[in-house]
């Protein structure tokens, strides 16, 4: 769809949502947008507490960052929920809901458990809590398209 | 500074702060990726809820999109702290960190504010205070590199 198309599109579904209380997505590209910015707010995150891990970073943050990780994580499973292929997100991920969801849910659980723990017991009880709750690339491996 | 040398060079600095609780960085570069991670973060978070206030996303994430901005913007000046010129900040972060400092303080607060009142009236009653307190262009147009 043209750009033009786009925004006339979405005034249009604007319009018609206007007075509903339903979730409004504008077209397709918006909802993949939506979905790639949060998945790229935990990469972020992640990112900010390997390099904190790795001593690259000042463990001042770690329990600020791993919030941030599961805070964001509770918005990503409904950004997923409208069936709109494309982006960097298998098929699969639709195909496979039950699993995905479930998936989703125990990222959610397992950052939540970890950012209390940095939240009380700061890097040191958390550390041993981050490859458990972090886990990337299990869920990268079976419904993310590789990079290029 | 090669790769190997980075390394090098994070591991001699990582052993010299091993027995210190100082702020370790392993090099100039990792300070640079350290905050950039935080400014994509906010600039992911930002996109989202523009988005939203577009209605191209769903307005249930948005109380927690506006929380997670000011849970970032809490980390972010402390990764402005080193002065180490590069990425896309300009020398005056710096040469102005008086000034700097003070919008970034005023960021958090704003955004804290911000965040609060999603939290407790939603949409509807942290939609006004949005442009107030996502005051990105302004600093970013004092302090950012241009984009090319």
Same mark, same amino acid.
């Given at each position: ?10 005034? %249009?579904?604007?319009?018609?949502? +206007? ?37 690259? %970073? ?8 791993? !919030?941030?990780? +599961? ?46 723990? +940095? ?5 040191? %009880?958390? $550390? ?6 972090? $886990? ?11 990079? !290029?």
């Amino acid at each position: 769809m043209t750009r033009a198309g786009r925004v006339v599109n979405g005034l %249009a579904l604007a319009a018609v949502l +206007a007075s509903s209380s339903a979730v409004v997505y504008a077209d397709n590209q918006d909802v993949i947008d939506y979905r790639q910015h949060i998945m790229k707010t935990l990469g972020e995150q992640a990112a900010s507490i390997g390099m904190i891990l790795q001593q690259k %970073a000042p463990a001042d943050n770690f329990a600020t960052h791993v !919030k941030i990780i +599961a805070v964001t994580a509770a918005t990503a499973k409904k950004a997923f929920e409208p069936k709109v292929l494309g982006g960097d997100a298998k098929p699969d991920v639709w195909n496979n809901w039950a699993d995905f969801s479930k998936k989703m849910d125990n990222f959610v659980a397992a950052t939540d458990d970890l950012a209390k723990a +940095a939240a009380s017991g700061g890097l040191a %009880a958390a $550390q041993p809590k981050v490859q458990g709750a972090m $886990q990337c690339k299990g869920c990268h491996d079976t419904y993310r398209v590789p990079k !290029k």
